[in-house]
């Protein structure tokens, strides 16, 4: 099977060009896309039109790549739970407008659906769209807003990131099910690339939501998380949020939270979403009871890294430093793993990556894709050359073989399944 590729008539119009295959992107180059490594665009998916760009295409007869001119390029998002495996193929414009903060993953049609190279990583359906009804959603919302009518935070949760910007994890608290969000830092020590929340007035790009305005205090916190984890199945509490800052530079509050909830409860997990530059305070926070940690990476090299996070007073061995801290305390670590085909499986990517798994010990590997314009993000990191790639299936195959305990997902696990006693009992009960 090869997909034909799509194009845009720049009025929300989507055509196939029968003329030419739909390609991928690794790197800086177009390349062809194996037949097994397309899947049906999945439930929650959605494309895109690329202004500016053309899309670059294999000629059905010639097998050449060539631009295709009848429309703008074309690239899809796909939902939670599935990662890309080469991103959309196109030429740039010299006047073309840096696209907004969100996946660019190749796009396809055939036999009049369409189709996208990704894998499904994660069976869990925690963010699946049919998983949300818009009813239970606003009643769920409005019934928390109303049981604790003074909660800053439960405020900026339903009103904004729920009911504004209907963020996946805020949606699931206000049906009172698995994993519960928990902004706490306005501020951050790192200035990202492609930060969702906060981005300079001078950049070309907008982030996509407001970020958190306030420092909630313990108190806040405990009064909605423990009836979340005592009564919510398969329940996770998890600090550092898209719409906010660093986490740990709220650690003092954040172990006044834990300390206090689990006065009330047993039950459930605890986890951290961070960037990782606090190892004491990471240490802190598992004496008072964290039970897991996802750090965030968009390389497992320091080069590349700081390049993109940009960090203020701590350098990429500190995140290392966060990850053995959390296992040998007996805690699960994740990192929230940015994958940009063409970096993220080059060989020296593949080399740093293996030597971080084995000297921390790494639980998981969460395959995120990478939200930011590919051009602008590689042009903002300095990145002229990204190597030689295997290819993102190939990586996720090597890196099995060679460490048959790691696990591979997209969502942070819940303790049943970290035990080993959720697949199938979890499964059931959605």
Known sequence: MSPFILYSDGDGNIFEDVSLYACGRSGWDAVPVESSEWILLPEGGSLYELPGRRGIGMDVETGEMRLCEKGWAVAAFIPPAHTGLYLSAYETGPDAPTLPLFCYTAAGWFNEKFYVPAVRIEQDIRQEARGYDATHILSGANHLLQSYPHNRLVKHLMENCCNTYHCPAARNLSLGRWECPVPVSPACNANCIGCISFQPQEETIHSTQDRLTFRPTAEEIVEFTVPHLQTAPYPIISFGQGCEGE???????????????RKHTSRGSININTNGSKPASVQALVDAGLNSIRVSMNSARKNIYEAYYRPNNYVF?????????????????????????????????????????????????????????????????GCTETGNAMGVQNLMELLREEFPGLKFGYFNPPSERIHGVFDRDYASSR
């Open 247 to 261: 986490p740990l530079l709220m650690w003092e509050t954040i172990r006044e939270a834990i300390l206090e909830i």
């Open 317 to 381: 061995e500190d995140i290392v430093e966060s990850l053995r801290v959390v296992k040998a305390s007996g805690g699960w670590t994740s990192i929230n793993y940015f994958v940009f085909p063409g970096m993220t499986d080059s060989e020296e990517e593949y080399e740093a990556l293996r030597k971080m798994i084995s000297e921390t010990g790494l639980h998981m590997i969460q395959w995120r894709n990478f939200n930011i314009d590919p051009d602008w993000y590689l042009g903002k990191i």
